[in-house]
């Protein structure tokens, strides 16, 4: 069983950064992801990154703003946002793959962590 945490949520201005963080317990040979679910709005993805870090992918409503990386030796996963948007606010969760191959559905996902709240002003 992984446990997964995420931290780091808050509010922030409109080009404002904030940098989630995602603790996956027992976890460090699998790909991983953020995805998000805006009020009124379904779950939608965000990143994802390889199992080795090598590869990530992003949508394109924050490429270019947001980027993952992972520390494997702390099973820990990161999300930096900048150029921080009000259509960014969201609930963040942070997911593992069920593999260590990323994917940008959720159904590639099996574990997913609690989500963490990130608002952002205009």
């Known amino acids: 069983q992984v446990q997964v945490v995420e931290s780091g949520g808050g509010m922030v201005q409109a080009g404002g950064s904030l940098r989630l963080s995602c603790a996956a317990s027992g976890n460090s040979n699998r790909a991983m992801a953020w995805f998000r679910r805006a009020p009124g709005k379904e779950r939608e993805f965000v990143g994802s990154?390889?199992?080795?870090?090598?590869?990530?992918d992003y949508a394109d409503s924050v490429k270019g703003r947001f980027s993952i990386s992972r520390l494997n030796a702390k099973n820990l996963v990161y999300l930096q946002m900048n150029n921080l948007k009000p259509e960014d606010t969201a609930v963040y969760y942070c997911a593992v793959s069920w593999s260590i191959v990323p994917s940008r559905l959720s159904d590639g996902y099996r574990y997913w962590g609690q989500g963490t709240q990130v608002t952002v002003s205009s």
């Open positions: 990154i390889s199992q080795t870090g090598g590869d990530t």
